[in-house]
């Protein structure tokens, strides 16, 4: 059997660096990019075999460039983001949200657009729980996410016989969480461990697994998968 592929976008750290880790495990051939040159370098040697690739995710170029050093490919994961949006409505800055579309919405569908030219099986995005967890002070990242989960349908219409799929994560506890202060950090975790029906944060490769999955399935596309907690059920 051929070994499949896999080219995950934001593979250096988090969430993307457990499911390159994932598919690495389960035999696949990986190729892991991102913006930073070292932290590509630093995941890579805790993986067996993967390759990496410097390339910005908002750069369609970059991404043209990508998949041509990653030859042909199965799947595609894409897990970048940016750092900013989150903040109560009437004080976080439009300029934040709006930067916080180009760094994920407009950059996942950069490379989305240019995988469905070059991707052979699935392309997965992955969001976040923002646009069903009824959060204070998440109002820009739900629109953030939301505009790529009213997409994913329409994609797995448009560019079948690729499945597209979204894996849509809740409080994970990733680096993503450390540019905030670490008292916000810490509060915000607590109320999580008391008011998620599981009691916990998730972690990466929880999330990880979900994705692998997805992305594997044959039978599964238009559709966003939660990996949350069950923050959607929860009304803060």
């Known amino acids: 059997m051929e070994q499949r592929s896999a080219l995950v976008f934001g593979g250096s750290s988090g969430i993307g660096e457990a499911t390159a880790k994932l598919l690495a495990r389960q035999g696949g051939r990986v190729t892991i990019t991102g913006r930073d040159e070292a932290k590509l370098a630093a995941a ?78 699935s392309i997965t995005f992955v969001t976040a729980a923002s646009p069903r967890s009824v959060i204070r002070g998440t109002a820009g990242l739900a629109a953030v996410n939301g505009a790529i989960e009213q997409l994913i349908p329409i994609l797995a219409l448009e560019l079948a016989p690729i499945r597209v799929n979204a894996v849509s994560p809740g409080i994970i506890d990733t680096a993503w969480w450390n540019g905030m202060p670490g008292e916000v950090k810490g509060a915000l975790f607590a109320n999580a461990e008391k008011t998620l029906p599981v009691r916990r944060v998730g972690r990466p490769d929880e999330v990880a697994e979900v994705i692998a999955l997805v992305a594997r399935t044959g039978f599964m596309t238009g559709s966003v998968y939660e990996v949350d907690g069950g923050s959607h059920l929860v009304t803060q």
């Open 44 to 121: 890579a040697r805790a993986m067996d075999g993967v390759r990496t690739c410097v390339a910005d995710a908002r750069d369609a170029r970059a991404v043209e460039a990508a998949f041509a050093f990653a030859g042909p490919v199965d799947d595609v994961v894409i897990c970048v983001s940016g750092g900013k949006g989150g903040g109560l409505f009437t004080e976080v800055r439009l300029a934040d949200i709006e930067e916080a579309f180009r760094e994920k919405t407009m950059a996942q569908l950069t490379v989305a657009q240019v995988a469905a030219r070059h991707a052979r099986a």
